[in-house]
């Protein structure tokens, strides 16, 4: 399996940047995607940004231009760079990752989750 571990939420001021740090475990081998997920309260879920095996990115449209995925693979780190913070990005912070190979019937594993708060 592969287990995921996110790192570096906070509070931050509007405008502000903060970096997330996902640090993966496990079957890294078999990972096709790396994608950061967020859910502000009451709402659902949703995708900020995905970065694949062959290192291209896509992000949503409402933190294109902001927010920078990227990856260290001699530390299995994945990272979100959020620059030009705003309010509306409060959220809960998720790193996903999908394999090629299910591990006990699964394929998607996620992380606990790390809080990001922008205040205005």
């Known amino acids: 399996q592969v287990q995921l571990v996110e790192s570096g939420g906070g509070l931050v001021q509007a405008g502000g940047s903060l970096r997330l740090s996902c640090a993966a475990s496990?079957?890294?081998?078999?990972?096709?995607?790396m994608d950061w997920y967020r859910q502000a309260p009451g709402k659902q879920r949703e995708l900020v940004g995905t970065?694949?095996?062959?290192?291209?990115?896509d992000y949503s449209e409402s933190v294109k231009g902001r927010f920078t995925i990227s990856r260290d693979n001699a530390k299995n780190t994945v990272y979100l760079q959020m620059n030009s913070l705003k309010p509306e990005d409060t959220a809960v912070y998720y790193c996903?990752?999908?394999?090629?190979?299910?591990?006990?019937?699964?394929?998607?594993?996620w992380g606990q989750g790390t809080q990001v708060t922008v205040s205005s």
């Open positions: 970065l694949t095996s062959g290192g291209s990115t």
């Open positions: 496990g079957k890294i081998g078999s990972i096709n995607t």
């Open positions: 996903h990752a999908g394999t090629a190979i299910y591990y006990g019937g699964r394929n998607n594993f």
